[in-house]
């Protein structure tokens, strides 16, 4: 029997300012290389969803986009959305939620000039833009994984790079956790959640949520094989080739 | 002290082509605002009444020297910011370098291309400081992802525009890209003058330019010249002998083998390219891809996946693929990832190193080579044997 990996791709057209679908791109082709044929369903503001459709999903993702993109997305999945969504990730279904989706998955968002964006709540974390008082979030990081995920044995089964994260981030908004939920990551170099508190994303059940922008799963393929596993409910993935991966891995962390 | 200001320009512009340096476009203005700030106001002044502004994430190069070419057949004396020196150290050298010994400028129109980051501060600039009539054209190519460390998000870009435009004192004709629905808001505001430029290929194909991007560069450039009084038939004759700029398309013999050069800086440019390339059936035998993360660049390489990955599968198939530059490994793996097979010893970080790799591999083959920003200067300088700025 061959295996399936479904994976429910949100508002694709609105929400991808940086490479964000190389994620999908990523996770697609480490699936096929081990003959899991992939189905994409592309999850637009003009498709209704329901429960059922949502447990037909063994990964959802998300990405961020410019102001414009998140607008035209925010009604839609706060009004027709977000409710499925909280269920799937509240049942513990496998997510992967970057930058202004990562936001608009916790309480709120508010703007330098006091405008109040609500997020659907799912996670104890809000998002706060201070304007010219604090500078952008911008740069290479490199942050170590939390100890839960790190001692989770799905992900130690299929991890073959190392204990940490390595990415780019690039946000005005500062999100803050709250202090029972815990961080994807611990920051060791540059910025995460807020350039205050060391903490990088969250770790939500099994959804992800991150900071690191773009295309996270290029240098971080620990982290695909471990969203497509923990997704199929594999014991274990078959070997491919990762001789490109693992030096653009170690590379990494001499970006400046 | 203006005078002295100008003559140091020149003399720093020539010892740095001298020493292979670059030809020298940059560092002149640099020093020049170092030693005499109040330069700024000076440039603004000695500028010509009439002024062309070339700016958007991509083309404004091409375009730049279309119409100054144009414009220079047509017997108008043009200044210009040559090599896509475009900041303010750019643009300052380019105007002192084109001064005569007196210091004075003596030119009939001004053709400049302008960062789009920079061109809201340009026009600020202008309206603080400039105190003769200005006649000025802007063209606003177009916004797309590029360098996002750096710019931020495009919509940030056009509100900065529009509010630069808004505020602008002299009197500006706008010309943009009507077919793209995040200029609408420059269309309907009726304090604006704008115009609008469309991708048809009826003008291109009458040049010796292809491609969709190209021929909205031209017809761009067409309206702005026609807004002069030169008819569209007098500006096709006109680019009968135009070239193409460094890098956009340009080909280099070396080591018996010929290099074509296109800039591929962002996700635009890079589909654009790529796209030519399918729709124009041009014989090639290798590929070059090089990445590099130096500060023109950007530090963010993310774009690479909004290369569209079908495309890119297409163009390389069945050739010889090599991958070059500081972010080599991830380019390579961006390649790998869209389906693209790549062989172990043809990637290295080193240009000169994949060169040389290349020359030994291969004779009489034609290269096309896709760098982004300093690796396409890196590239022709080692091509060359001088760097262009």
Redesign the interface.
């Known amino acids: 029997m061959t295996t399936k990996l479904t994976i429910g791709y949100f508002y694709k057209d609105q929400l991808?300012?940086?490479?964000?679908?190389?994620n999908v791109?990523?996770l697609t082709?480490r699936a096929l290389r081990r003959n899991i044929y992939v189905d994409i369903v592309h999850i637009d503001t003009d498709l209704k969803i329901n429960s059922k459709a949502m447990s037909a999903l063994d990964i959802v993702f998300m990405g961020g986009g410019?102001?414009?993109g998140q607008k035209e997305v925010y009604k839609d999945l706060l009004k027709n959305k977000g409710d499925y969504l909280n269920e799937y990730i509240q049942k513990g279904g496998v997510g992967l939620f970057i930058c202004g989706a990562y936001q608009l998955l916790g309480h709120y968002y508010k703007a330098d000039d006091g405008t109040f964006i609500e997020g659907l709540g799912i996670y104890d974390m809000y998002t706060q833009h201070f304007g010219g008082r604090k500078a952008?979030c911008?740069?290479?990081v490199v942050a170590r994984l939390n100890s839960d995920f790190l001692s989770d044995p799905v992900f130690s089964e299929v991890n073959f790079l190392g204990g940490k994260i390595v990415g780019?981030c690039?946000h005005g908004g500062r999100s803050y956790l709250a202090d029972d939920m815990a961080p994807l990551a611990y920051v060791e170099r540059g910025y995460g959640n807020n350039g205050e508190d060391d903490t990088e994303g969250i770790l939500f059940k099994n959804t992800l949520g991150t900071y690191f922008?773009?295309?996270l799963l290029?240098?971080n393929a620990h982290i695909a094989d471990y969203l497509i596993s923990k997704s199929l409910g594999m014991d274990s993935l078959p070997s491919i080739d990762n001789?490109?991966?693992i030096?653009?891995y170690t590379?990494s962390f001499k970006?400046? | 002290m203006y005078l002295i200001t100008t003559y140091i320009s020149k003399l720093i512009s020539r010892i740095s082509k001298i020493i292979n340096k670059g030809a020298g476009y940059t560092y002149p203005g640099y020093i020049a605002l170092k030693i005499y700030p109040k330069i700024v106001k000076k440039i603004c002044c000695m500028l010509p009444s009439k002024l062309i502004l070339v700016t958007g994430t991509n083309g404004k190069t091409t375009t730049t020297k279309i119409i100054s070419h144009i414009l220079q057949n047509n017997n108008y004396r043009v200044i210009s910011n040559k090599s896509g020196a475009n900041l303010l150290n750019g643009i300052i050298s380019s105007l002192l370098l084109g001064t005569n010994i007196l210091g004075r400028l003596n030119r009939d129109v001004a053709v400049l291309e302008v960062d789009e980051l920079f061109f809201p501060y340009f026009l600020d600039l202008l309206g603080k400081h400039r105190t003769s009539s200005l006649d000025v054209t802007a063209l606003l190519m177009n916004v797309s992802?590029d360098q996002?460390?750096r710019y931020?998000?495009?919509?940030i870009v056009l509100n900065k525009w529009k509010a630069g435009l808004k505020k602008f004192s002299f009197p500006t004709k706008i010309v943009l890209d009507k077919s793209q629905e995040y200029f609408k808001p420059f269309f309907v505001d009726d304090t604006l003058d704008t115009y609008g430029f469309d991708s048809s290929y009826t003008a291109l194909d009458k040049t010796s330019l292809s491609g969709e991007f190209n021929a909205k560069n031209l017809n761009a450039a067409l309206i702005a010249v026609e807004l002069m009084g030169i008819s569209e038939e007098v500006s096709i004759s006109a680019l009968s002998d135009f070239k193409l700029a460094y890098g956009r398309g340009e080909e280099i013999n070396y080591a018996q083998n010929i290099y074509k050069i296109y800039l591929a800086k962002n996700?635009a440019s890079f589909n654009n390219n790529l796209k030519m390339f399918m729709s124009q059936k041009i014989h090639i035998d290798s590929l070059l891809f090089i990445l590099n993360?130096n500060i023109p660049d950007g530090?963010?390489v993310?774009?690479?996946?909004?290369i569209d990955?079908v495309l890119l599968k297409k163009v390389c198939h069945s050739k010889d693929i090599y991958v070059s530059g500081t972010r080599y490994?991830?380019m390579?793996?961006?390649l790998?990832?869209?389906?693209v097979t790549?062989g172990?010893d043809n990637i290295n970080r080193s240009i000169k190193e994949s060169l040389k790799k290349i020359n030994k591999c291969m004779k009489d083959k034609t290269i096309v080579c896709y760098p982004n920003y300093s690796s396409m200067l890196e590239l022709r300088k080692l091509l060359v044997g001088r760097s262009i700025l």
Request: glycine share 8%.
């Open positions: 991808n300012l940086y490479g964000d679908n190389g791109e990523i082709m410019p102001d414009s952008r911008v740069g290479n780019f690039n922008h773009g295309p290029s240098r001789s490109l991966v030096p653009a590379a970006y400046k | 992802r996002l460390d931020f998000e495009p919509d996700p993360d530090k963010d993310s774009w690479i996946y909004d990955p490994l991830e390579a793996l961006r790998d990832y869209a389906g790549l172990k």
